[in-house]
């Protein structure tokens, strides 16, 4: 079947510190990877993206690359701030027609909390 | 933009009673889903529909309903609540399969007593 498993949270740190957030799959087929964010009171943002093997999503200072053969798409910044306190969220989509694809299957998120 | 939009945002219902969530997409996106989240277990799909007139069992589908009558809207129905249903349900919505992000909405927060 297809599911994500990433790190158990809580994660805390110290404003600067480096974050890594553990992300592995098993997939029947060949997915794209999203990691998300969900920030306070608020629904799930698109945080990046990978679509194939060797691929590096990035954005806001955030980076995963999609490794193929260890089957991960680990979640890492240099210097985190205060405001990325969130729970981060892996995730796979197989891309294509058909009524059963195009849903997320969803890690079960990792709270981070970063304090001053 | 609006987006995805849902309402309500919060609810309380007693045992028993039903209830409508609504979700509403501006984006004429095909694809629509329901999930629930709960505390360590990540999100997790409810039903889908991949066009007007059209809706699918997920992994979780038991307890609820739903409908699409226009592509726009795609409706979570409630017909029995019970606490086990206490959750924060989101929607989300995407143009079809072959695009890849999903936009969600903010949420419904629904308390079953």
């Known amino acids: 079947g297809n599911s994500v498993t990433q790190m158990e949270g809580p994660v805390t740190l110290s404003e600067e510190a480096f974050l890594t957030i553990n992300c592995t799959y098993t997939?029947?087929?060949?997915?794209?990877l999203f990691w998300y964010v969900q920030y306070p009171g608020e629904g799930l943002q698109l945080l990046l993206k990978?679509?194939?093997?060797?691929d590096k999503g990035s954005n806001k200072g955030f980076e995963a690359t999609y490794r193929k053969e260890t089957t991960s798409f680990h979640l890492e910044k240099g210097s985190v701030q205060v405001s990325d306190s969130a729970v981060y969220f892996c995730?796979?989509?197989?891309?294509?027609?058909?009524?059963?694809?195009?849903?997320?299957?969803f890690g079960r998120g990792t709270q981070l909390t970063v304090w001053p | 933009n609006a987006g995805v939009t849902q309402t309500p945002k919060f609810r309380v219902l007693k045992t028993g009673q039903s209830m409508t969530l609504l979700c509403a997409q501006d984006?004429?996106?095909?694809?629509m889903y329901w999930y629930r989240q709960d505390p360590g277990m990540g999100l997790r799909l409810i039903h889908y529909?991949?066009?007007?007139?059209?809706?699918a069992k997920g992994e979780v589908p038991d307890g609820y309903n739903v409908s699409r009558l226009k592509k726009q809207n795609f409706l979570l129905g409630l017909e029995s609540a019970a606490p086990s249903q206490t959750s924060v349900y989101f929607c989300?919505?995407?143009?079809?399969?072959?695009?890849?992000?999903?936009?969600f909405g903010q949420g419904t927060r629904l308390t079953v007593v």
């Open positions: 989300a919505s995407s143009y079809t399969a072959l695009n890849t992000e999903a936009f």
């Open positions: 997939a029947t087929g060949y997915p794209s």
């Open positions: 990978a679509t194939k093997a060797d």
């Open positions: 995730a796979l989509r197989f891309l294509g027609r058909g009524s059963t694809l195009g849903r997320l299957y």
């Open positions: 984006m004429n996106h095909e694809y």
């Open positions: 529909s991949v066009g007007e007139g059209t809706t």
